[in-house]
């Protein structure tokens, strides 16, 4: 059964700097894992898909690796900005027909 | 706009009532899911659905129901077996089930929020 861990729970940094979060999982036999961000009371944005052939994926200042052999994924954000404020959850699938999701890692950014 | 309509946002239930969250989708996926989210915890799975007339059990389905009768609808009824229903509820969609050939990546309504009183 897949399980996935997101580390830091909460990570606040000033404006403009580069950060790094983390997801690991459990059952490398994926054949994709997505990141997601969401802000408070709203519903889930997808940010990336990367595909179990793929290492990384870019969109933007969002740089999403995958290595597999290791069970970990890590979301990339490039000088970050008050606006990147969200949680940021990542999800692996468990089998063909649900995703595992993470518990998140809280941003806050400040100016 | 193509995406994903979730209603009521916000809904209030009494000790004992069943209440039905609607979710619509104009992204003519074939599949559908409904998650619950708990503050501090991920999301879980409630239900999910591949095709119209059959749906699958998620993780804690106990204490909800769901049909799909129609490929863009997946409601959502809470019933009074549920003993701790007050939780926030995402409905999502993606083209097909995911497994080879198709990405399966999911996308999200704005959700609704359930309250008992």
């Known amino acids: 059964k897949q399980e996935v861990t997101q580390i830091p729970a909460a990570l606040s940094v000033p404006e403009g700097e580069n950060l790094v979060l983390n997801c690991s999982f459990t059952?490398?036999?994926?054949?994709?894992l997505q990141w997601f961000r969401q802000d408070p009371g709203k519903g889930l944005t997808s940010l990336l898909l990367?595909?179990?052939?793929?290492r990384e994926q870019t969109s933007g200042r969002l740089n999403a690796s995958l290595d597999k052999s290791s069970g970990r994924s890590t979301l990339y954000i490039a000088a970050s900005q008050p606006g990147d404020s969200a949680t940021y959850l990542c999800a692996a699938p468990d089998g063909y027909n649900k995703l595992i999701f993470g518990a998140g890692t809280r941003l806050a950014v400040h100016p | 706009d193509g995406g994903i309509t979730q209603s009521p946002k916000y809904l209030f239930r009494k000790e004992g009532q069943n209440v039905t969250l609607s979710c619509e989708q104009n992204?003519?996926?074939?599949?559908m899911y409904w998650y619950r989210q708990d503050p501090g915890q991920g999301l879980r799975l409630i239900y999910y659905?591949?095709?119209?007339?059959?749906?699958q059990k998620g993780d804690i389905a106990e204490g909800y129901s769901v049909s799909r009768e129609k490929k863009e609808s997946f409601p959502l009824t809470v019933t009074s077996a549920q003993k701790n229903p007050t939780a926030f509820y995402l409905c999502?969609?993606?083209?097909?089930?995911?497994?080879?050939?198709?990405?399966?990546?999911?996308?999200f309504g704005e959700g609704s929020r359930l309250t008992v009183l």
């Open positions: 999502a969609s993606s083209m097909k089930v995911a497994g080879v050939g198709n990405t399966g990546e999911l996308f």
């Open positions: 992204l003519n996926h074939d599949a």
């Open positions: 059952d490398s036999a994926i054949y994709n």
């Open positions: 659905s591949q095709i119209v007339n059959d749906f």
């Open positions: 990367i595909q179990s052939s793929q």
